[in-house]
């Protein structure tokens, strides 16, 4: 008799909600920050002001009325929807969140709120948006939206201008129900399958702003959002921002988005860029603790993704190349500290497969996993599958390991084990 079949009960696949499977299996993601802010790379009269470049408006105080010009230089000609997914794909990322709207109030796509956006206001006249969600669909990326809900530095009803003295004010009612809920509704309907909607900076809203703005997830099934609507409004998963968690919460998704330099929108001379070991590393950091990355990238006024970011994307894409099995699909290590590096694992019926991403590589040969007490399958090396031999005292368990490290930043040794995985604590 199978005993396991008796023990856990049916689950039964009806009541199981699976509109998370495809984002836990992908772990990997492409955050774009773009909007007007990106033509004066953070600077404001010829200064540089502190901090992310996309808050140059608050931070410079800069009025509506002239910032709006910002839009009339607004001219990326050198912007292709198709490279900037292939970019994101050849990197080895499978989805892609961009900012449909950010603080600055100014909208990236064709706004059925009216003209400020970068379809009427511009000299571009493209509906950005539109083109990222038909490239994304084309090259099979799932494609979502960062909105912020909540502040918007141009409407006066907006949260967060408190330096603009010619504004008259007016409720924030009046700017959910005239900007917040048509544009959001635009975009869940015009735009094709939308499979993230990204909340930025919640602010206190009446209760009906918050459902009717939460009742609009609805208009596209499946749709995954984040915590960060308000906080009776948890979403699908936690965000963490700019840093990784010492440990991932477990009983719920969660993801970290950072950016790949210093700032989110485009920064002249930002030379912050994270090296590529860091990126690679920062994925398995994540994927060991069970959330996923989502990796932001800030292009040019002109369009142009920068050859700094570019290369950190086509490095991590090498990886990605060899080593992607053993961060798509894996859950969270069974192991909370690893002295060499980080793990993944996958669980099948039979067995489980551990991925032990291997940062230090060790010198006398012998690779010590600490109390695992299964019994090892086999274990190989995941760049050239070749066979490593195993050994099991007291210790734990030992595997024979090549001189040489085949990758210098991680390279993964696959071990399958039978059963479950039984870690005997060492401390
Ligand atoms: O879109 C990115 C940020 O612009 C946005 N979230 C990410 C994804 C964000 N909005 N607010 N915050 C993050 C936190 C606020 C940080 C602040 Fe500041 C510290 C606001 C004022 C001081 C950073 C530093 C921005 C201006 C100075």
């Known amino acids: 008799a199978d005993e396991s079949a008796k023990a856990s009960p049916q689950p039964n696949p009806a009541q199981e909600d699976h509109h998370m499977d495809w984002w836990h299996e992908a772990k990997f993601g492409m955050f774009i920050h773009w909007g007007i802010y990106s033509v004066v790379g953070g600077q404001y009269k010829g200064q540089d002001l502190p901090n992310s470049a996309e808050w140059m408006m608050c931070r410079g105080k800069v009025p ?24 994101a794909k050849d990197a080895g990322m499978k989805y892609m969140v961009i900012t449909a709207k950010h603080h600055d109030g100014f909208s990236m796509f064709d706004s059925v709120w009216g003209e400020y956006d970068v379809f009427d206001a511009t000299p571009f006249n493209r509906d950005i948006m539109k083109e990222l969600s038909r490239a994304c669909n084309e090259q099979g990326l799932r494609f979502g939206f960062y909105y912020s809900q909540a502040q918007d530095w141009h409407h006066p009803g907006g949260f967060g201008n408190n330096w603009d003295k010619s504004m008259k004010k007016v409720s924030s009612d009046v700017y959910v129900n005239e900007k917040v809920i048509p544009e959001v509704k635009q975009l869940l309907t015009e735009y094709g399958p939308i499979s993230i909607l990204w909340w930025d900076t919640p602010r206190d809203m009446s209760p009906e702003a918050f459902e009717n703005i939460y009742s609009l997830s609805s208009l596209q099934p499946g749709i995954i959002t984040n915590d960060r609507l308000g906080k009776d409004y948890p979403g699908d998963h936690k965000t963490f921002e700019r840093h990784i968690p010492d440990r991932g919460p477990v009983d719920q998704a969660w993801e970290v988005c950072m950016p790949i330099s ?43 993704i920068l050859p700094q970011a570019q290369e950190r994307l086509k490095e991590i894409g090498e990886w990605m190349r060899t080593y992607s099995d053993s961060i798509y699909g894996t859950t ?16 099948f019926a039979k067995g489980t497969t551990l991925y032990f991403h291997v940062f230090d590589w ?14 090892i399958k086999q274990a190989y090396l995941m760049s050239d599958w070749k066979q490593l031999k195993v050994t099991q005292d007291d210790s734990g368990t030992i595997i024979s390991v090549p001189e040489k490290a085949p990758n210098a930043i991680n390279s993964v040794i696959t071990v399958e084990v039978g059963g479950q995985i039984e870690i005997e604590d060492t401390g």
């Open 362 to 375: 060790p010198s006398d040969g012998k690779l010590v996993i600490p109390g695992l007490k299964n019994e």
């Open 64 to 87: 509506i009325a002239e910032y709006s010009k910002y839009a009339e230089q607004f001219n990326p000609t050198k912007f292709d929807a198709d490279n900037f997914v292939k970019m």
């Open 262 to 304: 210093g700032s989110w929108g485009y920064k002249k001379g930002d030379n912050a860029f994270k090296s590529t070991k860091e990126l690679i590393r920062n994925l398995a950091d994540i994927a060991h603790k069970g959330g996923n990355y989502l990796l932001n990238v800030s292009p040019t006024g002109e369009g142009v």
């Open 332 to 347: 969270a290590s069974p192991f909370k500290k690893l002295d060499f590096g980080r793990c993944t694992k996958k669980e």
